[in-house]
Nanobody
Framework: QVQLVESGGGLVQAGGSLRLSCVAS????????MGWYRQAPGKQRDLVSV???????TYADSVKGRFSISRDDAKKSVYLQMNSLKPEDTAVYYC??????????????WGQGTQVTVSS
């Protein structure tokens, strides 16, 4: 009932920047937390950053000072600005959105993932 579409991944050289976007659609009454996770080959999916409805933010230590998360509730969108990218940032990045539907059921939805590859 909630669909997430991500965009903005790609190939970039170390030190470069990318901006990921994620748009939610469906029978959404309210969005609470919006976040980004990543999964490198052979590794578990890890939190990158989360932004709450009250716009408080959390970042993984490995991305602090380089990545910035933001949201636009009117557009039901979340963004991840990634600067000073490193080869170890290479992973599939997944958008995650949590909230409530119009029938008052809670939802916790994931995007399909977008590949980010950083070359050295």
């Amino acid at each position: 009932q909630v669909q997430l579409v991500e965009s903005g991944g790609g190939l970039v050289q170390a030190g470069g920047s990318l901006r990921l976007s994620c748009v939610a659609s469906g029978s959404i009454y309210r969005i609470n937390d919006m976040g980004w996770y990543r999964q490198a080959p052979g590794k578990q999916r890890d939190l990158v950053s989360v932004i709450s409805r009250g716009v408080s933010t959390t970042y993984a230590d490995s991305v602090k000072g380089r990545f910035s998360i933001s949201r636009d509730d009117a557009k039901k969108s979340v963004y991840l600005q990634m600067n000073s990218l490193k080869p170890e940032d290479t992973a599939v990045y997944y958008c995650n959105v949590r909230g409530r539907l119009w029938d008052f059921k809670e939802f916790d939805s994931w995007g399909q993932g977008t590949q980010v590859t950083v070359s050295s």
